[in-house]
């Protein structure tokens, strides 16, 4: 095990979170925490898009443990279950970018397909030396994506959970392929699994990488902002936070077996969504030499395969687990520029040269973070 930093405390069994230093992993850590839930050990490979600096207001937190690892590792996995006896998995490890699942699919094969194999395996192994009642509570909550569904015509109903799968990019494929072995090793096993499929999320803590934080990322700077072919590619957003109150109702009070669709009722097309974000920057730096920032917009080449419309009915979720989305895309989004614009050293950090030296050995200096369009996914 490498650097594990034992904190945890508090009372009952700890939840195992995956990906817990990630956008969205560690957004749930901290609201998990905030709301005194209970022990929480976080796994992490700390890549390029994991960073140890979202979490620093928690990592005295007597209820909180870091584990430095990959969850691709089989023996280091068996450990954290054995020495810390979770009540509950919540999955989100994974590689994530679409532009980058183009250029070198091979990671996502191995994170999304063989690690999410790797954790299923070890829970079905920790499952049988439970006793009854530990054994009824236990979860494995997966969190997975609307890519998985394909593409939507302008016309077309939003996704549901009945859904054919239909994946067009190798990262929906693999995680396309890790939500099947998870219902199949509920069929097959019995192992308590739920599957949770989210619209694209938004919020502070994301890697300038993806479409939101690039588009400020790259404005303040008075760089291009690019947008992918016709910008008319249509979008769910949802508000982090929002996602995560959803995965702690399905953890709570969801169905063994079940898909939730999460989604925060926000089309937008990706042209909309920068155009929206450039007004905004126009109002919060009145004194920015580089506004209108509208003028930054330059379209680029489209990606191949880019699905053209993602909208995502989340009526089960709404109606079984009540939970609804408390952000619009306005309040969201104007949330969401203001943390940016207030935590800037962050965003210097991690598109350092750190990351920049990551890029180059995993992707071969492919590409940057300057120089995509921003995946909205």
Known sequence: MDAEQSLSGGNGAPILVTGGAGFIGSNFVLEWLAGGKGPLVSLDKLTYAGNPENLTTVEKDRDYTF???????????????????????????????????ILGPEAF???????????????????????????????????????????????DPAFHEETPYAPNSPYAASKAASDHLVRAWVHTYGLPAIITNCSNNYGPYQFPEKLIPLM???????????????????????????????????????????????????????????????????????????????????YVADRPGHDRRYAIDARKLEGELGWRAQESFETGLRKTVEWYLAHAAWVENVTSGAYQHWVTQNYGGRETADTTAGSAR
């Open 67 to 101: 584990v430095h690892g990959d969850i691709c590792d089989a023996a280091l996995v068996k450990e954290l279950f054995e020495r810390h006896r979770p009540r509950a998995v919540v999955h989100f490890a994974a590689e994530s970018h679409v532009d980058r699942s």
């Open 216 to 298: 400020i990322a790259n404005a303040r700077k008075g760089k291009p902002l690019p947008v992918y072919g016709d910008g008319q590619q249509v979008r769910d957003w949802l508000y982090v936070a929002d996602h995560c109150r959803a995965l702690m109702a399905v953890l709570e009070r969801g169905r063994v077996g079940e898909t939730y669709n999460v989604g925060g009722g926000n089309q937008r097309s990706n042209l909309e969504v920068v155009t929206t974000l450039c007004s905004l920057l126009d109002e919060l730096l009145p004194q920015s030499e580089f506004g209108p920032h509208k003028q930054l917009i330059k």
């Open 109 to 155: 094969l191995r994170t999304n397909i063989d690690g999410t194999f790797t954790l299923l395996q070890a829970a079905r192994v920790y499952l049988d030396s439970l006793g009854a009642e530990d054994r009824a509570g236990f979860r494995f909550l997966h969190v997975s994506t609307d890519e998985v569904y394909g593409t939507l015509e302008p016309e």
